[in-house]
């Protein structure tokens, strides 16, 4: 549009745009090219191009008879992946939800004590949370010593390393994520709205899904996105929770470019991660787009 | 009104629900600041209240080394990202939309889409080129990976903060003669700075919350805190583990009731 001004406003963005580009997109780029080549004897690659990298993600080939058949222990991490992804997110909505609701309808003055109570986890080291976890059903943990007194266990129960340890890991970090969000739309909603259902004879029920819940609803998409899309890409928590045993997607990676010493199967894996996480945020700025249109219209 | 039986602000059971929640987020972090003061050296395993471990921790060279490495990395990185939003902030909002604004929005945020690890490997692979190629092995390397990924974080409370900014107040200050400069230093700066102040804490705490980056381009001696203590949960499973993360959480308390006195006292 306006030249001069343009080129200024350039300039000014430039700095931090080279920045993103340099240590961020290059980097994805050099990753993208790496899945198409072929692996070196020791981990690194070599200059031959190959799809070999992006065939792995899903099949494999029999060593002895060269059929082809579905990769069962990469198909096995991926689906692991979204299915604990999609638990974190149900569970944080299960308990988030009616935290942020009952946060929003205390007084004022008594909101910021309980929204502080959230932020410090929120704020908290994400490891040092983990670990904390971890102490509660670790072997000899809190869980285990206490069952173990009571005498309902002779032999502690073990839950680390475990699916479930994994979910309950995901689930405990990620809980505040959905909590301010879904805090935020509820804040907002003029109870008014609600009162004037009553008034009109709407049931409890009635009131909840036909005027609150629409009204919350971007909230609770917005947590639901905050929480799902880092507990795809997880990897500090599976690997403390679930060890070699209940690995993730990041997991998985981690290994292909470490012990595994397949980088071009790393580098497809990263890409196949890296797009299901955008096709979730495309779906999202799908999904509040639409609803602005509508709010418009 | 006056009839109205019940409040409707209450929601049957929600009240239970969110005290459990808060109990489910403390309670194992108060476990793990209790076993902290543990006099035993086997986590877990009570044997008296001591402050042993914390001050094995003081002494401990290599646990204080990366507490420094990880004030140095996430200062620079939180200084240099926020400085860089400010300005990319300034230019990308308050005005109509120029030719390229939408690209610049997408790589502003770009760092935000990418999984972690996926940003580590990549950058590794790069970094571990360069470090071939070039011998420079210093902090330089994870400075800027936390600069780009801290960008995204400082650049969004700058911008909120510049989108409900008054404009009348800076055409006011040109009415009466104030130069460009001096309308920014004197005008657009100060209200500004709740937000550069907000941007600057969050890449501040993301940058000190890394462990996966860090952790993957670091060359030896570069531990940072939660490099080191993923280290240590590896290694050896002592108290001092638990007294390293209770100080990191305090840490973090007090980040939070800092950043709340802030803003208080600028609103």
Same mark, same amino acid.
């Given at each position: 549009?306006?030249?001069?001004?343009?080129?200024?406003?350039?300039?000014?963005?430039?700095?931090?745009?080279?920045?993103?580009?340099?240590?961020?997109?290059?980097?994805?780029?050099?990753?993208?090219?790496?899945?198409?080549?072929?692996?070196?004897?020791?981990?690194?690659? =070599?200059?031959?191009?190959?799809? @070999?990298? %992006?065939?792995?993600?899903?099949?494999?080939?029999?060593?002895?008879? @060269?059929?082809?058949?579905?990769?069962?222990?990469?198909?096995?991490?991926?689906?692991?992946?979204?299915?604990?992804?999609?638990?974190?997110?149900?569970?944080?909505?299960?308990?988030?939800?009616?935290?942020?609701?009952?946060?929003?309808?205390?007084?004022?003055?008594?909101?910021?004590?309980?929204?502080?109570?959230?932020?410090?986890?929120? %704020?908290?080291?994400?490891?040092?949370?983990?670990?904390?976890?971890?102490?509660?059903?670790?072997?000899?943990?809190?869980? +285990?010593?206490?069952?173990?007194?009571?005498?309902?266990?002779?032999?502690?129960?073990?839950?680390?390393?475990? @699916?479930?340890?994994?979910? /309950?890991?995901?689930?405990?970090?990620?809980?505040?994520?959905?909590?301010?969000?879904?805090?935020?739309?509820?804040? =907002?909603?003029?109870?008014?709205?609600?009162?004037?259902?009553? @008034? /009109?004879?709407?049931?409890?029920?009635?009131?909840?899904?036909?005027?609150?819940?629409?009204?919350? =609803?971007?909230?609770?998409?917005?947590?639901?996105?905050?929480?799902?899309?880092?507990?795809?890409?997880?990897?500090?928590?599976?690997?403390?929770?679930?060890?070699?045993?209940?690995?993730?997607?990041? +997991?998985?990676?981690?290994?292909?470019?470490?012990?595994?010493?397949?980088?071009?199967?790393?580098?497809?894996?990263?890409?196949? /991660?890296?797009?299901?996480?955008?096709?979730?945020?495309?779906?999202?700025?799908?999904?509040?787009?639409?609803?602005?249109?509508?709010?418009?219209? | 009104?006056?009839?109205?039986?019940?409040?409707?602000?209450?929601? !049957?059971?929600?009240?239970?629900?969110?005290?459990?929640?808060?109990?489910?987020?403390?309670?194992?972090?108060?476990?793990?600041?209790?076993?902290?003061?543990?006099?035993?050296?086997?986590?877990?395993?009570?044997?008296?209240?001591?402050?042993?471990?914390?001050?094995?921790?003081?002494?401990?060279?290599?646990?204080?080394?990366?507490?420094?490495?990880?004030?140095?990395?996430?200062?620079?990185?939180?200084?240099?990202?926020?400085?860089?939003?400010?300005?990319?902030?300034?230019?990308?909002?308050?005005?109509?939309?120029?030719?390229?604004?939408?690209?610049?929005?997408?790589?502003?945020?770009?760092?935000?889409?990418?999984?972690?690890?996926?940003?580590?490997?990549?950058?590794?692979?790069?970094? *571990?080129?360069?470090?071939?190629?070039? *011998?420079?092995?210093?902090?330089?390397?994870?400075?800027?990976?936390?600069?780009?990924?801290?960008?995204?974080?400082? #650049?969004?409370?700058?911008?909120?903060?510049?989108?409900?900014?008054?404009?009348?107040?800076?055409?006011?200050?040109?009415?009466? #003669?104030?130069?460009?400069?001096?309308?920014?230093?004197?005008?657009?700066?100060?209200?500004?700075?709740? *937000?550069?102040?907000?941007?600057?804490?969050?890449?501040?705490?993301?940058?000190?919350?890394?462990?996966?980056?860090?952790?993957?381009?670091?060359? !030896? *001696?570069?531990?940072?805190?939660?490099?080191?203590?993923?280290?240590?949960?590896?290694?050896?499973?002592?108290?001092?583990? #638990?007294?390293?993360?209770?100080?990191?959480?305090?840490?973090?308390?007090?980040?939070?009731?800092?950043?709340?006195?802030?803003?208080?006292?600028?609103?």
């Amino acid at each position: 549009m306006n030249g001069p001004d343009t080129w200024r406003r350039w300039a000014l963005s430039l700095p931090a745009v080279a920045v993103i580009m340099l240590f961020s997109i290059l980097p994805l780029g050099v990753v993208l090219v790496y899945s198409f080549l072929t692996p070196g004897d020791f981990g690194n690659v =070599k200059w031959i191009f190959s799809t @070999d990298g %992006w065939f792995s993600v899903l099949f494999e080939r029999n060593i002895f008879d @060269d059929t082809i058949g579905l990769s069962g222990a990469n198909l096995s991490i991926l689906f692991r992946s979204i299915i604990l992804s999609v638990l974190t997110t149900l569970i944080t909505l299960i308990f988030g939800v009616p935290t942020a609701w009952f946060i929003a309808t205390r007084p004022p003055t008594q909101r910021n004590f309980w929204l502080f109570l959230i932020t410090i986890p929120f %704020w908290t080291n994400l490891l040092v949370r983990t670990i904390a976890v971890q102490e509660m059903i670790r072997s000899e943990g809190v869980f +285990n010593r206490i069952l173990l007194a009571l005498g309902l266990i002779k032999e502690p129960i073990q839950m680390m390393y475990t @699916d479930f340890a994994v979910l /309950l890991g995901m689930t405990y970090v990620f809980l505040p994520l959905m909590v301010l969000p879904v805090y935020a739309a509820i804040e =907002k909603f003029d109870f008014r709205l609600a009162e004037a259902s009553y @008034d /009109l004879y709407a049931s409890r029920l009635f009131c909840l899904r036909r005027v609150i819940l629409p009204l919350i =609803k971007p909230g609770v998409i917005a947590g639901s996105i905050l929480v799902f899309v880092p507990s795809l890409g997880a990897y500090v928590t599976p690997r403390v929770m679930g060890g070699g045993k209940s690995m993730m997607l990041g +997991n998985l990676i981690d290994l292909q470019f470490g012990q595994g010493r397949n980088w071009p199967l790393g580098a497809a894996l990263s890409i196949t /991660l890296t797009v299901l996480v955008l096709l979730a945020l495309i779906w999202y700025t799908r999904l509040t787009a639409g609803r602005k249109e509508r709010d418009h219209g | 009104m006056a009839n109205r039986s019940f409040d409707v602000r209450k929601l !049957p059971g929600a009240a239970a629900i969110a005290i459990t929640c808060f109990v489910i987020l403390y309670i194992p972090m108060a476990i793990l600041v209790f076993y902290s003061f543990n006099a035993g050296k086997v986590i877990g395993n009570w044997e008296g209240a001591s402050l042993k471990w914390y001050g094995a921790a003081i002494h401990n060279q290599a646990f204080l080394d990366a507490a420094l490495n990880s004030l140095i990395l996430a200062t620079t990185a939180s200084v240099i990202s926020t400085l860089l939003a400010t300005m990319a902030a300034l230019a990308t909002t308050r005005n109509e939309r120029f030719r390229g604004e939408g690209v610049i929005h997408i790589i502003l945020n770009q760092p935000l889409m990418v999984p972690e690890i996926v940003l580590a490997i990549a950058l590794v692979i790069i970094v *571990g080129q360069i470090k071939q190629v070039t *011998g420079y092995t210093g902090l330089g390397f994870l400075i800027a990976a936390h600069t780009a990924f801290c960008i995204p974080f400082a #650049y969004l409370p700058i911008r909120a903060r510049l989108e409900g900014m008054d404009l009348s107040l800076e055409t006011a200050a040109a009415d009466l #003669y104030a130069s460009r400069f001096y309308t920014f230093r004197r005008v657009t700066l100060p209200l500004l700075s709740p *937000g550069i102040l907000s941007g600057f804490m969050l890449a501040f705490v993301i940058s000190l919350d890394d462990l996966v980056i860090s952790d993957f381009l670091k060359s !030896p *001696g570069q531990d940072t805190l939660p490099t080191y203590l993923m280290g240590e949960l590896k290694r050896n499973l002592t108290s001092e583990i #638990y007294a390293i993360s209770s100080l990191l959480l305090l840490l973090s308390v007090l980040i939070v009731a800092g950043s709340w006195v802030a803003t208080r006292k600028k609103d």
